[in-house]
């Protein structure tokens, strides 16, 4: 069964108009950054033999607190959409891997990767 990670941004979506109709605390990207960390704890914890079962659990409880997070930033404007986080980890990310292929250093990659990331926002900001 595959699975497309913009159906669970889309659950979150509608969890967040949820939300705000409510007006709780979840209706903001706080709350997720503390239930990120404890649900961290929580995998720490169940990392075990013959346990995956609630392990795969918790890994979920983080992925959905991260999405979650990252829509909250996004209706705050802090990002500009929740896509281009996930665009951002495939490029660099890809980048290191095909680097790390072809026998470039990491470090080199990296300070590259770190260079074209100030002149992006130099550049967008007009700086």
């Keep these: 069964m595959s699975i497309d990670i913009?159906?669970?941004?889309?659950?979150?979506?509608?969890k967040y108009q949820h939300e705000i109709e409510l007006q709780n605390e979840y209706s903001s990207r706080k709350p997720y950054l503390e239930e990120i960390k404890k649900e961290i704890n929580e995998v720490t914890e169940e990392i075990k033999k013959h346990n995956h079962i609630y392990l795969e659990d918790e890994l979920a409880d983080v992925l959905r607190d991260y999405i979650n997070l990252l829509?909250?930033?996004k209706n705050e404007w802090y990002i500009s959409k929740v896509n281009s986080v996930i665009e951002t980890c495939k490029e660099k990310y890809g980048k290191r891997i095909?680097?790390?292929?072809e026998g470039i250093v990491r470090e080199e990659t990296k300070k590259q990767q770190k260079k074209d990331l100030k002149?992006?926002?130099?550049k967008y900001y007009n700086i």
Aim: net charge negative.
């Design 71 to 73: 829509v909250g930033l």
């Design 119 to 122: 002149e992006r926002h130099s």
């Design 98 to 101: 095909s680097d790390k292929l």
């Design 6 to 14: 913009q159906e669970i941004i889309q659950l979150s979506e509608v």
